[in-house]
């Protein structure tokens, strides 16, 4: 009842008959109650997501973007998924050579303003927004290309996400990660419930990723930035990590 309501709102909102772009929206199949649905449901992200999108972060999004470009001829996969999209700003710059996209996040409130930006892309596109990579319902289906930007280090358990990466993936599909290289702990003090990583060091993440099937075609430094974070100036790097899932 709710996913259809939620869906008759989405696409009453915006779509013009001729545009046959569609949005589902899919819950995961999960439920939670009390403080374990508190604490799925209630993050950072829900918080900062209707500021999330500063100019700042939309040309860094839009520098990751090109990046992943060079790197990945994305019109050439049919079946695209982009793990932790946020409010959509990577995904917005790819988006015009993607036909069938799923997107997953697990913070309500950036799905929010992802879905009010997609109601305003007026393409031809088939696209689904989850809440859960663990979805039954995502792995009703298999991706040539999962990208991810800036989440990995959101998470504890990266073995577990990388075989779930391994398991969405089609034979010799791509995996492709932008993440931060080691950086100061501060970079996320104001983040109360965070718990992941402070960066990677993409040697570590790469023997996760093969311990999981995978095997590494790139690796490069594409950015460095600053954070200031409560009055210091914190400078990071972030790397695209591109590997794909062997065929043993
Ligand atoms: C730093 S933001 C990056 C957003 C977007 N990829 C970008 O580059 O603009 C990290 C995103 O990962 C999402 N995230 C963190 N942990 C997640 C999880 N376990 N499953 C799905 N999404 C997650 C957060 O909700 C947030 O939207």
């Known amino acids: 009842m709710l996913l259809s309501r939620n869906l008759q709102s989405l696409r009453s909102a915006s779509f013009a ?62 079946n695209v998924l982009e793990f932790g999209c946020g409010t959509g700003l990577i995904t917005t710059n790819l988006i015009e050579n993607i036909n069938n996209l799923a997107l997953v996040d697990s913070s309500e409130g950036m799905l929010e303003q992802l879905k009010a930006k997609l109601s305003n892309i007026s393409v031809n596109k088939q ?65 109360p419930d965070f718990e992941g990583y402070d960066g990677f060091e993409p040697k570590w993440l790469m023997n996760q990723l093969e311990s999981n099937g995978f095997v590494q075609k790139q690796y490069n430094v594409i950015y460095t930035g600053t954070k200031e974070i409560n009055g210091k100036v914190i400078e990071y790097s972030l790397f695209i990590l591109i590997a794909t899932k062997s065929n043993n």
């Open 17 to 78: 008959p001729m545009y046959a772009f569609q949005v589902k929206q899919m819950l995961g199949g999960r439920r939670f109650r009390g403080a374990q649905r508190n604490k799925y449901l209630i993050n950072s992200f829900d918080t900062m997501a209707q500021s999330f999108d500063t100019d700042y972060r939309i040309k860094r999004a839009r520098i990751i973007a090109e990046e992943i470009n060079k790197r990945i001829n994305v019109s050439d996969k049919s």
């Open 127 to 191: 696209i689904t927004v989850y809440n859960d990579l663990f979805s039954t319902d995502l792995a009703l289906y298999t991706y040539d290309l999962i990208y991810s930007s800036m989440v990995l280090h959101h998470i504890k358990s990266i073995g577990l996400f990388a075989q779930r990466f391994s398991k969405l993936l089609c034979q010799n599909g791509t995996l492709c990660i932008i993440d931060l290289l080691p950086v100061d702990k501060d970079y996320h003090i104001n983040e």
